[in-house]
């Protein structure tokens, strides 16, 4: 089980019921799943750990971060969320899975050079 994370501005309206947002601008930042590194979503502009936080750092003042449960973070808690589990040799990343039987990336998976996974394709 994994949980996505989100930016949003802060005009954006959740459904009460089900928490599906339905106005304002959402952008997925990624998942945490149970036994993983954290897995990001790539974009043509954010294509590194890096890139991300400087975007999150540059948008913070009319944005905030959210879980898909409606939890919110600072920058501070969610690059706490991304770093620990980066750091722990147990967890497995979702780029070096998804290697070929050549150990070539599938298509649309790369790790930043922290090593960081990177998916460009919508994932959930």
């Known amino acids: 089980m994994g949980t996505n994370y989100y930016i949003q501005t802060s005009e954006a309206k959740a459904c009460p019921q089900c928490g599906y947002v339905t106005e304002g601008t959402r952008i997925h930042i990624g998942k945490s799943s149970a036994g993983w590194e954290f897995s990001f979503h790539a974009t043509p502009a954010l294509r590194s750990w890096k890139s991300w936080k400087q975007y999150l750092l540059e948008h913070q003042r009319n944005n905030e971060i959210v879980n898909e449960y409606g939890m919110v973070f600072t920058i501070g808690e969610f690059a706490n969320i991304v770093e620990k589990?980066?750091?722990?040799?147990?967890l497995r990343n979702a780029t070096k899975e998804s290697r070929d039987s050549e150990g070539q990336n599938k298509p649309g998976y790369f790790?930043?050079?922290?090593?960081?996974?990177?998916?460009e394709g919508e994932f959930s």
Do not use: T, Y
């Open 111 to 119: 790790l930043d050079n922290q090593g960081h996974s990177f998916s």
């Open 85 to 90: 589990r980066w750091h722990q040799s147990d």
